[in-house]
């Protein structure tokens, strides 16, 4: 199974503060049947602010540390990017999700509809697709709910970990998910991540709401743990081990 968002690599971010904390991460992850681990440490001006070089190396020491424990996981390189007025300039030297042109992008709280478009057009023309990380906590991105939400899928979520299965063939594609912008975002050509945790509850019950009914358009191309800790893995992932 692929995980395209996690906080593993340590000392970083909010993720685990050093490499032992890691280290559990991975077990615990591999435990629950993942393969293969995008690094997706975030990338917030003032904030967060390691360079590329030293995300590599941390990837590079941990892939070791793992390797070493023999825990059956690779990692591949990525960024959880903030959408505001620093990502052009971040993005003339771009960490990708793998080695693909995706970048994996979050929109802050508060943030300008018309400000959305704009930094993603900017990014789409660059080259890159936008893949939208949790769109399901993003207000902006909230979707009409004039359709009612799918019961148990956990499974095919789980299938669609696997990467062999497109999860949007088991939807109804539609045109409009009753959200303009998002609707918007679509056309222009942005994937969508949904958070494993949205679907069991873990952000609170609105969240969950919007991920099933993202879900039910066939929003999503992707999952991701965004796990920060090892305490938080059996209430994001159990669910989908008890399907
Ligand atoms: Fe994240």
Redesign the pocket.
Same mark, same amino acid.
């Given at each position: 199974m692929i995980d395209w @968002?996690c @906080?593993i690599l340590p000392g970083l971010d909010d993720g685990p503060r050093n490499i032992e904390q890691s280290l559990v991460m991975a077990g615990l992850l591999a435990d629950y049947g993942f393969t293969e681990i995008h690094c997706?440490p @975030?990338l917030i001006r003032d904030c967060f602010e390691a360079s590329n070089s030293e995300v590599r190396q941390v990837i590079r020491e941990l892939q070791q540390r793992i390797c070493d424990n023999n825990i059956p996981l690779t990692l591949l390189s990525g960024r $959880?990017y903030y959408l505001d007025e620093y990502l052009p300039a971040y993005l003339e030297d771009p960490l990708p999700l793998g080695d693909s042109r995706q970048i994996l992008v $979050?929109i802050p709280p508060r943030t300008a509809d018309e400000t959305v478009r704009l930094l993603l057009q900017n990014v789409v023309r660059s080259g890159f697709t936008p893949v939208i990380?949790h769109p399901e906590r993003c207000r902006l991105l909230e979707p009409g709910a004039e359709r009612t939400a799918t019961r148990g899928f956990f499974n095919t979520i789980k299938n669609a970990l696997t990467g062999g299965h497109d999860d949007r063939q088991e939807q109804e594609l539609t045109d409009s998910t009753g959200n303009p912008l998002l609707d918007y975002l679509r056309k222009l050509g942005c994937s969508f991540q949904g958070n494993l945790g949205s679907f069991g509850g873990f952000y609170g019950n609105q969240v969950k709401t919007n991920a099933e009914i993202l879900r039910s358009k066939g929003v999503y191309d992707r999952y991701g743990s965004?796990l920060h800790a090892a305490e938080h893995a059996d209430r994001i992932l159990q669910p989908f081990k008890d399907s």
């Open positions: @968002h @906080h997706t @975030h $959880e $979050e990380a965004d």
